[in-house]
Each structure stands twice: as C-alpha cells, then as structure tokens.
T-cell receptor, first 116, second 110 residues
C-alpha cells in the first residue's frame, strides 16, 4: 500500500499564531490528498480535498481562510492553521487514495495540535 | 447524505474470545468499504477493503463481510489478543469521498 508521512506528529502553539502541517506521499504521485480532523472520541471528519496545482475544495462549514491548503507538488500537501485558537486543538490526519481497480485510502500518522 | 454508524461504541472481552464489530450505512450506492485500526494518538492502519461487488474479505484472523442491500458490514476478529486493543473504524467510499463511523473502542483483557 501507499506510504504517507505526516510532519510534525505533535505541535503546541500559542493562540494567534499559525501552524503548518506537511503531508507527503512517499511512494506514488498523488494528484489529490485529503485532510481530516478528529476530535476526542469522535470520528474523522473530512475538512478539504487538496488538488495538485489548483485550489482546494473545502467541506461545508470549514473556513478556507483559516485552514490554508497548498498542494504544490504531486507528493506534498500542506495544511496551515492560521491564527490558531484553543478550539482548533485537534488531531489532523491526511490521506491519499490510491485508485487502481478500486480506491483504497491510506493515512498519515496524524498531527496532534494543541493551542494554548 | 451518507451516514455511517458503528455499534457498539465500546467493547471489552477476555483474551481468546471472538470479536464482532458492526458497521451500518444509509446509502447502499457505495464503491468500497474499508476497515481501519487506530491506536491512541496514532493514524489509521488499513485492515481490510471490501469492494462493492464482494461479499467478504479475509486476512489472517480478520474477516469482514458486506451486505450492500441492507447497508451493513461486520468485522470478525477471531481468538482476540491483548494486542488487538484499539479503536476500529469503518469507512464507506461514496462518490469518491470516505465517510467514517465513530468507531468501536476494543479492549482485550489478558
């Protein structure tokens, strides 16, 4: 399966600052990557679809100006949480979907963001 | 809108017992269903993928079934071990987007 590397695995930042999270597809070129958010004891919620070379597609209710997504190459997508607030504290996970005869999803190890 | 439900939310069994985890979805127009394992504070590990045309998939002690018409999938884990303790998530691929259930938290006691 695909190998997805996410960095950092955890980060603590002060309220009002910005944080960048990287997601790399290590063994295949991903034109599309996905960003999810997971609150404690809850499921993963799709935030946005990252498209290489074009604008990301955001799910309803996700602020595109707060969660900036850049997909500048076929192996790297970044999520920047701007002007972070404590309510942004969550677990952020990226995913790639390998589409052959069927589509299978592979996930990074996640980033635990804590805003203090 | 696709909704995915997992029952039970939590499960505790003694080592050696078989585990049965349930996943239901509201829209039967799916491409695939995938089961994942998530350890605390970690990402997701893919366990099994069932294509919409398949009825089941097996890998070692794991077996997953799919009944599209009734909107159900079941993950069976035989002869559970303490190392099986984790949260198990099912995800349905509908129209290219994965919709997740809230997961079943499993504890296997020695």
């Amino acid at each position: 399966g695909a190998v997805v590397s996410q960095h950092p695995s955890w980060v603590i930042c002060k309220s009002g600052t910005s944080v960048k999270i990287e997601c790399r597809s290590l063994d295949f070129q991903a034109t599309t990557m996905f960003w999810y958010r997971q609150f404690p004891k809850q499921s993963l919620m799709l935030m946005a679809t990252s498209n290489e070379g074009s604008k990301a597609t955001y799910e309803q209710g996700v602020e595109k100006d707060k969660f900036l997504i850049n997909h500048a190459s076929l192996t790297l997508s970044t999520l920047t949480v701007t002007s972070a607030h404590p309510e942004d504290s969550s677990f952020y996970i990226c995913s790639v979907q390998y589409s052959g005869a069927f589509t299978e999803a592979f996930f990074g190890q996640g980033t635990r963001l804590t805003v203090v | 809108k696709q909704e995915v439900t997992q029952i039970p939310a939590a499960l505790s069994v003694p080592e050696g017992e078989n585990l049965v985890l349930n996943c239901s979805f509201t829209d039967s127009a799916i491409y695939n269903l995938q089961w994942f394992r998530q350890d605390p504070g970690k990402g997701l590990t893919s366990l099994l993928l069932i294509q919409s045309s398949q009825r089941e998939q097996t890998s070692g002690r794991l077996n997953a079934s799919l009944d599209k018409s009734s909107g159900r999938s079941t993950l069976y884990i035989a002869a559970s071990q303490p190392g099986d303790s984790a949260t198990y998530l099912c995800a349905v691929d509908s129209w290219g987007k994965f919709q997740f259930g809230a997961g079943t938290q499993v504890v296997v006691t020695p």
